[in-house]
């Protein structure tokens, strides 16, 4: 319902670094949850990391654990993924997601999405 925006994919060499915002439209736009998932051609969108209004809670999928680093910046109603040390298997269209119910790892318990921002890690 409300516009998320994704930004900050692109092509990576593995062992490399990015960092994906998601900024939503409305400052009035207030979620308890926040999230990414990803999602390549073929399979199902998978969840990746979430975090909770205070962002003193934090979810990983054991893919991401120790890798990945999600937070928020409330002022800017703008999500954050710090991916680091990156692997060909990370390839995928990452998307945001935002919810009024508590966090949770499936898709659809999110009501707003972004369209998504690629992400490429070569080998």
């Known amino acids: 319902q409300v516009q998320l925006v994704e930004s900050g994919g692109g092509l990576v060499q593995a062992g490399g670094s990015l960092r994906l915002s998601c900024a939503a439209s409305d400052r009035t736009f207030v979620s308890l949850a926040m999230a990414w998932f990803r999602q390549v051609p073929g399979k199902e969108r998978d969840f990746v990391a979430a975090i909770d209004w205070t962002g003193d809670s934090t979810y990983y999928a054991d893919s991401a654990k120790g890798r990945f680093t999600i937070s928020r910046d409330g002022a800017k109603n703008t999500v954050y993924l710090q991916m680091n040390s990156l692997k060909p298997e990370d390839t995928a269209v990452y998307f945001c997601?935002?919810?009024?119910?508590?966090?949770?790892?499936?898709?659809?318990?999110?009501?707003?999405w972004g369209q998504g921002t690629q992400v490429t890690v070569s080998s």
């Open positions: 997601a935002a919810s009024l119910e508590v966090v949770t790892t499936e898709a659809t318990d999110y009501a707003s």
